[in-house]
């Protein structure tokens, strides 16, 4: 308490310290030496005598202001952080969701708020604050993982396949080439990227990964189309190929 005036006949003349304030001490004359609740903390009562009955923000939330009188002071953590803290007086004390994470939610109390990205995305920022701050695998690749934190976290296509979805979380998205043709690439994105078997040559097969899957026709055969996909023509009655792959 104070008073300001002199000559004071009973206690009832001194008034308490106003709300966000405190004094421990005896004899003040004046409402300016009720010391103020210091950041972090709150006095919604009056009369406080001690800092320690200025109360503490509650974790997930922080105040940087001297005096407050009320929780209302204490702003939450922002959306794609948490605080673990009660008494924070600075929003640096919200720690931020880590990569590969985010959260929509605001004074969260843990990282366990913090969501992992689906599979066949990925996240390399901190704090992100919405599902839409992950960003999904590119067209010929696929994340299996959850909470992948670099595009790394998306591997490629394997030579002899493509794909061209994003955020594929399964290599069932890359499609095979189709018989007739191969592709030595990794990561193709387009059926456009399996090269067609040359003529002389066929391939039964899908997913080829290399020329070597395309069979020279046999002596007495012959093929003229280029990405052929059964086996080779017989040479025409009195007509005769005694090498291989023939066109």
């Known amino acids: 308490t104070f008073g300001t005036g002199t000559g004071a006949g009973n206690r009832s003349d001194c008034s308490l310290c106003g709300a966000g304030t405190f004094w421990t001490g005896s004899g003040?004359?004046?409402?300016l030496q009720c010391m103020l609740c210091p950041a972090g903390t709150y006095g919604s009562g009056v009369g406080f005598r001690r800092k320690s009955e200025?109360?503490?923000c509650q974790a997930g939330s922080f105040s940087s202001v001297l005096g407050a009188n009320s929780s209302n002071l204490c702003l939450l953590c922002a959306a794609g952080s948490f605080g673990t803290s009660i008494g924070a007086s600075d929003s640096v004390q919200c720690q931020l969701c880590g990569t590969g994470t985010f959260s929509s939610g605001q004074g969260e109390l843990s990282s366990s708020a913090c969501i992992q990205c689906e599979s066949g995305m990925f996240s390399?920022?901190?704090?992100?604050?919405?599902?839409?701050?992950?960003?999904?695998?590119q067209a010929g690749s696929f994340g299996t993982g959850?909470?992948?934190?670099?595009?790394?976290?998306?591997?490629?296509?394997?030579?002899?396949?493509?794909?061209?979805s994003e955020g594929g979380s399964t290599m069932?998205?890359?499609?095979?080439?189709?018989?007739?043709?191969?592709?030595?690439?990794?990561g193709a994105v387009a059926a456009s990227n399996c090269a067609l078997c040359i003529p002389g040559k066929y391939n039964t097969k899908s997913g080829a990964s290399s020329d070597h899957s395309c069979f020279f026709?046999?002596?007495?055969?012959?093929?003229?189309a280029r990405g052929a996909s059964v086996n080779c023509t017989a040479c025409p009655s009195g007509t005769f190929a005694s090498g291989s792959g023939m066109g």
């Open 124 to 137: 390399t920022g901190m704090g992100i604050s919405n599902q839409s701050g992950c960003r999904s695998c």
């Open 172 to 186: 069932a998205v890359c499609l095979l080439c189709s018989p007739g043709t191969f592709s030595t690439v990794e």
């Open 217 to 224: 026709c046999g002596p007495g055969t012959y093929q003229s």
């Open 28 to 31: 003040a004359s004046l409402s």
């Open 54 to 56: 200025c109360e503490a």
């Open 146 to 164: 959850r909470g992948a934190s670099a595009a790394d976290g998306c591997r490629p296509c394997p030579a002899g396949t493509y794909s061209s």
